[in-house]
């Protein structure tokens, strides 16, 4: 019997469904931090206040994101740590560097993706802006090809 290639791919992926989940919550934690500085703009109240106080947030919600990203690329940087001794195990039995890489590298834009998506529907049923996400996507793009090139230092424990 055949196995699909999606079963392929989880079995020779080096992540485990611990560092799936965590790297999900990870990227959803920005995302939805996203959500919340939208909902702080356009919250209205008749305390000044409090609307002073959620402005001084929201005026530097993308500083305060891109900021909070470096938990993710923390995190992808843990990941490989994590993963040196098993990465060099794979190469030795016959696995080759860029095919462990090409599936890092999907597998974390997948997860990512995701995370985006499900972001992008919560904002489309509170009729919030859909493209003040656009910055994080990049920068998390820009992470996981740097974090990528890093799975090759592991190639010779």
Known sequence: MKEGILIRFV???????????????????????????EFG??????SYILMIFIKNFTDYKVEINLLLTIIVVLFHYQ????????????ILV????????????FECLLIMIVSYFISMFIKLCCNLNLYNDIYLVGVFVLYILISASQVRKYENF
């Open 41 to 46: 703009e356009n919250f209205k109240t008749d």
């Open 79 to 90: 990941i490989l740590n994590r993963k040196k001794i098993e990465i060099y195990c794979r």
């Open 94 to 105: 016959g696995d080759i560097l860029s095919k462990i890489t090409i599936r890092y590298i």
């Open 11 to 37: 079995n020779k992926s080096f992540f485990r469904i611990s560092d799936r989940i965590e790297l999900s919550i990870m990227y959803m934690f920005c995302f939805f931090l996203s959500i919340i500085f």
